[in-house]
């Protein structure tokens, strides 16, 4: 299963485990058998909280809690999805990510996996502080597609098993992808597909094509000059013929 978030729309502050570190931009809070991942993830995330917001021209005015749960029981039980399958070991809110213990991952993922995830938490945070609005109205192929393509969980395995013997009338289409639940999402390859559009744009267009169609979903005219019909369908064309 290629998926492994999922959304938290309203942040928890009512945090159980000790704040362990913090630095300029996190605080990490997580049980004291926990505090090893500690160094790798402060690395992993102040290197790309630079470059995405830089990306995203986007600044916080309060650092992000990082939450690092023990096990997978213990996490879904916090997001409120205790029947959640294990696949799922990630959420996001504003100013705050939550994760399972990259050392106690669970069933599906890894370690690399998990330090993978916690990127891709970080974008859907970004995102959230940049809009106005916060995910509301942003494309879930948008959303899932720009975190999974730049945390680079989007591997040349994921393509070849994903879009083989692909044709136009089994790929999912964006409209599709966007009215998905999250475990259809992922049932579909949702977040493959959605990270090749992503993939697609910003080798044609650049990250700032991504920045500005983030703020201005439907705004793909004036961005792209080009309707989101035609656009869709040379992401399919192009999809189809790399196969």
Excluded at 62 to 71: G, L, S
Excluded at 140 to 151: R, S, V
Aim: glycine share 4%.
């Amino acid at each position: 299963m290629a998926a492994e978030e999922i959304e938290v729309s309203k942040p928890n502050k009512n945090i159980k485990y000790n704040l362990q570190f913090s630095n300029e931009y996190f605080n990490f809070y997580l049980e004291d058998k926990d505090t090893s991942v500690i160094t790798n993830l402060a690395k992993t995330l102040n290197a790309n909280y630079v470059q995405l917001t830089t990306i995203m021209k986007a600044k916080f005015s309060e650092k992000i809690d990082v939450i690092i749960y023990p096990d997978i029981n213990s996490f879904h039980k916090a997001i409120n999805l205790e029947s959640a399958p294990d696949w799922v070991v990630g959420a996001a809110g504003k100013n705050e990510l939550k994760m399972v213990s990259p050392i106690n991952p669970g069933t599906v993922h890894n370690y690399e996996s998990l330090m993978k995830a916690i990127v891709h938490e970080l974008c859907h945070t970004v995102v959230i502080d940049m809009r106005e609005q916060g995910r509301v109205g942003l494309p879930k192929w948008l959303d899932e597609g720009f975190a999974f393509y730049y945390a680079k969980q989007l591997t040349e395995k994921d393509k070849e098993m994903s879009f083989a013997n692909l044709t136009k009338t089994n790929v999912p289409t964006w409209d599709t992808l966007d009215k998905a639940g999250t475990l259809e999402f992922g049932n579909i390859n949702g977040y493959v597909f959605s990270a090749s559009i992503v993939e697609f744009l910003v080798n044609k267009y650049g990250y700032e094509s991504i920045r500005k169609l983030i703020l201005n979903p439907s705004d793909f005219v004036n961005i792209f000059g080009m309707t989101q019909t035609k656009l869709e369908n040379g992401w399919m064309n192009k999809l189809i013929k790399a196969k």
